[in-house]
């Protein structure tokens, strides 16, 4: 029997197949871990989500 997969493990390898940077992908799940509870909204222009360009990702977070 095949073991299910987490949430992490999908997110490392769509991250690991578009070759974003493992650090990154780790802070990021980091960051959403500590955040259990709380929104995180985030903004991205079309031309950037387009090609691929998270790193003008404005985000904000706030914890309930």
């Given at each position: ?21 493992a ?39 706030d914890?309930?």
């Amino acid at each position: 029997m095949l073991e299910e997969s987490t949430n992490e493990d999908r997110f490392r390898a769509e991250a690991a197949s578009r070759n974003l940077p493992a650090d990154e992908t780790e802070a990021w799940i980091r960051d959403v871990k500590e955040l259990d509870g709380g929104v995180i909204h985030w903004v991205i222009r079309r031309r950037d989500l387009a090609v691929l360009r998270y790193d003008r990702v404005h985000r904000s977070t706030d914890t309930a």
